[in-house]
């Protein structure tokens, strides 16, 4: 029995991930939009009054010669620059920023994906972030159809078809779950940044608080950075099985699903590679930016939707027996053969 070799068309496309991240998307800009409507006003009320109070205290080191005339010039002039950005136009220049920085971390990774997965049939309708899962959405199609074709072959009598299946599934599922949640969390890092633009726009007129808006906009780079090296990790992976020739359709499925097949295993080995590789993209983004961005929040929500799945899988029949496999393979990488055999 070969390998399925049909892909999605343009015209039966379909992607179950861009919703979810273009409503996102879509609810982050509109929460943005009306929170910053409501900060404008009491910030600009509260610089006001560090103002009044900076030209007291600047005054009294004048006197005292504590402080030079060239510094208080200094000073005075990120204070016109802060005002300048909290005026009435601030709001549309932090939406703007929201914006760009979403369009240039969708823009840049879908990029990099598409070059990876040259097969990639995604319409051009579709752009942005939604491109981005969509993409990598088509790549991830591939190597289910190949774990699918595998499960097709087992039966009663030959139970380790079912377990080479679900050791081929497992680590993608999750490497698809992983970046669905660096997706998300990068969309939610940009969003707190942008909620609190308004007050990093009033620290950056005071010497005590301009750093917290050079923090800030390492921030959004870190997140640019991670989203675009996980992209750049998917693609690798992605990149290496499509050049295996574990794809091809008039292999036998019989002699592909073995451990002892060095095809069947490097792609088994790329699967978890992925994950660890999207994992690291955190900890580059910190080296380089000098931020302290964590992987916490995209474990949780791996997790959490990994649980989920399993659950939901184990209520179908046809999948109930192997749906625990497949939850303690997630949760125990390192016991995946042993945990896997038990069950099957």
């Known amino acids: 029995m070969g390998i399925p070799s049909s892909t999605p068309t343009i015209d039966d496309f379909q992607c179950f991930t861009c919703d979810l991240v ?3 998307h879509a609810q982050s800009g509109e929460f943005i939009e009306k929170l910053s409507e409501t900060m404008l006003g ?3 009320t509260l610089f006001i009054s560090i103002c009044g109070v900076w030209v007291v205290v600047q005054g009294i080191k004048l006197a005292t010669n504590m402080i030079d005339p060239a510094a208080i ?8 620059i802060a005002a300048s950005m909290l005026s009435a136009q601030s709001q549309s220049i932090i939406l703007a920023v929201f914006d760009t920085t979403i369009t240039i971390m969708g823009s840049a990774s879908s990029v990099v994906l598409e070059e990876a997965i040259q097969s990639s049939q995604v319409p051009e309708t579709i752009q942005g972030l939604a491109r981005l899962s969509a993409v990598a959405e088509n790549g991830m199609s591939k190597v289910t159809a190949i774990a699918f074709a595998i499960a097709d072959t087992g039966s009663l ?3 380790l078809k079912y377990l080479y299946a679900i050791l081929l599934l497992v680590p993608y599922f999750i490497l698809m779950i992983l970046y669905l949640s660096q997706t998300v969390i990068a969309i939610f890092r940009v969003t ?9 726009l009033l620290t950056f007129g005071f010497g005590w608080g301009r750093q917290m808006t050079v923090a800030g906009l390492k921030t959004l780079l870190a997140s640019i950075i991670v989203l675009f090296s996980s992209s750049l990790a998917l693609g690798l992976i992605m990149y290496g099985v499509s050049s295996l020739d574990i794809l091809n359709p008039n292999n036998d499925v019989d002699e592909l699903a073995s451990l002892a097949n060095p095809t069947f295993f ?3 080995a790329l699967g978890w590679m992925g994950s660890a590789f999207m994992t690291e993209a955190v900890g580059m983004a910190n080296s ?18 990994v649980g989920s799945a399993a659950a939901v ?6 999948y109930g027996k192997y749906a625990g496999t497949a939850a303690a393979m997630a949760a125990d990488p390192k016991g995946t053969a042993a945990t896997a055999a038990a069950k099957a």
Do not use: C, E, H
């Open 42 to 44: 009491p910030m600009w």
């Open 266 to 268: 490097i792609a088994l």
């Open 22 to 24: 273009t409503t996102y």
């Open 288 to 305: 380089i930016t000098g931020s302290a961005l964590s992987n916490t929040s995209a474990g949780i929500l791996t997790a959490g939707l």
């Open 73 to 80: 010039l200094k000073d005075f002039f990120f204070i016109i």
């Open 313 to 318: 899988a184990s209520r179908v029949p046809a």
């Open 157 to 159: 009598t030959n139970p």
């Open 192 to 200: 707190i940044v942008a909620a609190f633009s308004p007050f990093l």
